[in-house]
């Protein structure tokens, strides 16, 4: 039984590296966090009261949103969407409130959200 404990821990071990390793090759393209801030804050808009960029708040961290989507050919429209529009259920009961930022805005940022997932 010692043998097989050994063997089901080198295999989990084994797993757990390969995991981590995948999720580390992951990452925020600090460029494009930097100018996804300046903008928020150039509008004046309250996004970040409530978004991280690496970070859950109240709403999810824009890495998460980014990953999430990644290569849906309707990422840019269904975030601006969802930025303009508000709504709920995708990352919780939170709801997220509508008409925070103009249309142009919200295609702006969702542009800028899609681009911070950099393999």
């Not at 580390?24 to 009261?49: E, F, H, W």
Request: charged share 20%.
């Amino acid at each position: 039984m010692k043998h097989c404990n050994g063997i089901l821990a080198t295999f989990l071990t084994g797993a757990l590296l390969g995991l981590t390793t995948s999720l580390a090759s992951a990452a925020t393209d600090p460029a494009v966090a930097q100018q996804l801030k300046s903008y928020i804050n150039s509008k004046g808009l309250s996004c970040m009261g409530c978004h991280g960029i690496e970070q859950k708040k109240i709403g999810p961290a824009w890495i998460d949103v980014s990953k999430k989507f990644a290569g849906n050919p309707k990422e840019i429209q269904m975030l601006t969407d969802r930025i303009h529009k508000g709504g709920s259920g995708t990352w919780g009961s939170i709801p997220m409130p509508g008409n925070m930022a103009t249309d142009k805005q919200s295609a702006e940022i969702a542009k800028m959200i899609a681009a911070l997932y950099k393999k």
